[in-house]
C-alpha cells in the first residue's frame, strides 16, 4: 500500500515493505511540487493539474502498488473522543456513535463520513471504553478519492493528516532513551502557509494547535531581498540556486523568527494547560531541516531540539536515492505514517 500525503505545495510518496525480520524497508518514495493555489485550504482547485503531478510522481518513483492509504487536512475533520458502556455488540455500538455523533456535528449525518475506534478501557469511568469518532463532508473524502481513482489508484484507507503524523513520530519516538516512555513531546509540522503543533506522550495528544507560519514566508523574503517573483523564489529555493549572501541576509533572520513562533506556541501550550515544559522538541516538514533551526529552538525554548527522520533505522531499497532522501525525510512524515496503515489494519 503506498501512502500519498496531498498538501498545498506538494504531492508525497512512501512505499514501505517489511523484510524477514520483520523491519521496515524503505522502497521507495519520492516528492512532486505543485503550484500556488492548485490546492488551496484543502479543497483540490485544479483537479486535472494534481492529477497529472500524481501522474509524474508515480512514474518518478516507479511505484507499481495501486493500494493507496490517504489523509484529509485535520481542519476538515471533526473528531471527539467519547466514553460509552463496554461490551456492546457491534450494531449498538454504531447506534450510540450516530446519537454523540449528532451532538458534535453541525451537519445532518447523510451529509458526512463517519468512523470510529474503541481506543480501549476508559481512564475515567470504571466498566467503560473510550471511542474515538471522526467525520467530514463527503464531499472532501470524494474530492480526494476521486483524485487518485483518476490516476489509476485504489484508496483503502482514508485517515487524518494528524493521526498519520503521530503514527510516524511514534516510531522514531520509540527509539529515544527508555523507549521515549512518559516523554513529552513537542511535534511540530512547519508547512507551506501553516504548521501543526502536536504535543504527544505515551501515544496520547495531550494538545494541538495550528499556526499561521511555514515556508512560504521565506519565498517571500526571496522575492523581497533579489527582486524575483514569487514563482523565481520559490524554484530557486527548492534548487538552492541563491545568491552567496541567501545565508546571512535571509535565511538567518528567518530562521530566527521560525524559533521564536516555536517559543511563542510552546508557551501558549503551557499557559493553556498545567503542563510547564517537554522533554524533546521535534521539528518536521519541509521548513523542518533548515540550517541553524534546531540550535535556534533549543536556544529560545531551553528544550533539546531535533529533526525527525520517520525513516530512521529503516532498511532502504537500491531504487532509492539515500542522500537525496536523507535530506528531505523530515518532509514524509504524514506520507511515512500512511504507508504503515498497510502493517495495522
Request: hydrophobic share 40%; proline share 4%.
Amino acid at each position: 500500500m503506498l501512502g500519498l500525503d496531498i498538501s498545498a505545495s506538494s504531492l508525497k510518496l512512501v512505499e514501505l515493505s517489511k523484510d524477514r525480520a520483520d523491519n521496515m524497508v524503505l522502497e521507495r518514495c519520492g516528492i512532486e511540487p505543485l503550484e500556488r493555489g492548485w490546492i488551496s485550504e484543502g479543497t483540490i482547485e485544479k483537479f486535472d493539474e494534481v492529477a497529472e503531478a500524481a501522474r509524474r510522481l508515480l512514474n518518478k518513483t516507479g511505484a507499481r502498488t495501486k493500494q493507496v492509504a490517504l489523509a484529509l487536512p485535520t481542519s476538515v475533520v471533526i473528531s471527539k473522543r467519547v466514553v460509552l458502556p463496554a461490551g456492546l455488540s457491534e450494531r449498538e455500538l454504531e447506534v450510540q456513535v450516530e446519537s454523540e455523533a449528532n451532538q458534535y456535528i453541525p451537519f445532518s449525518l447523510d451529509e458526512v463520513s463517519l468512523d470510529f475506534c474503541v481506543v480501549g478501557p476508559s481512564k475515567t469511568s470504571v466498566g467503560d471504553v473510550d471511542v474515538m469518532i471522526a467525520a467530514s463532508r463527503k464531499e472532501k473524502l470524494e474530492e480526494r478519492q476521486g483524485l487518485v481513482e483518476a490516476v489509476g489508484l485504489t484508496p483503502v484507507v482514508v485517515d487524518v493528516e494528524s493521526y498519520a503524523s503521530r503514527l510516524a513520530a511514534s516510531r522514531v519516538i520509540g527509539r529515544l532513551p527508555g523507549g521515549g516512555a512518559g516523554a513529552m513531546i513537542a511535534l511540530f509540522e512547519i508547512g507551506a502557509t501553516s504548521s501543526a503543533m502536536q504535543v504527544m506522550r505515551d501515544d496520547d495528544l495531550v494538545y494541538e494547535r495550528d499556526q499561521v507560519f511555514g515556508g512560504a514566508q521565506l519565498t517571500q523574503m526571496i522575492a523581497r531581498q533579489y527582486g524575483f517573483t514569487a514563482e523565481e523564489a520559490e524554484t530557486k529555493k527548492r534548487g538552492g540556486d541563491l545568491p552567496d549572501d541567501f545565508g546571512t541576509a535571509v535565511l538567518e533572520p528567518f530562521v530566527e523568527t521560525l524559533a521564536q513562533e516555536v517559543d511563542r506556541a510552546l508557551k501558549f501550550f503551557f499557559t493553556s494547560t498545567p503542563n510547564n515544559r517537554v522533554d524533546y522538541v521535534m521539528l518536521a516538514g519541509g521548513s523542518g531541516s533548515l540550517t541553524g533551526l534546531t540550535k535556534a529552538v533549543t536556544r529560545h525554548t531551553s528544550f533539546p531540539c531535533q529533526v525527525i527522520n520517520p525513516f530512521d533505522g529503516m532498511e532502504v531499497s537500491s531504487s532509492v536515492r539515500e542522500k537525496k532522501v536523507l535530506r528531505e525525510a523530515p518532509s514524509y512524515l504524514t506520507a511515512c505514517g500512511l504507508a504503515m496503515r498497510r502493517y495495522l489494519r
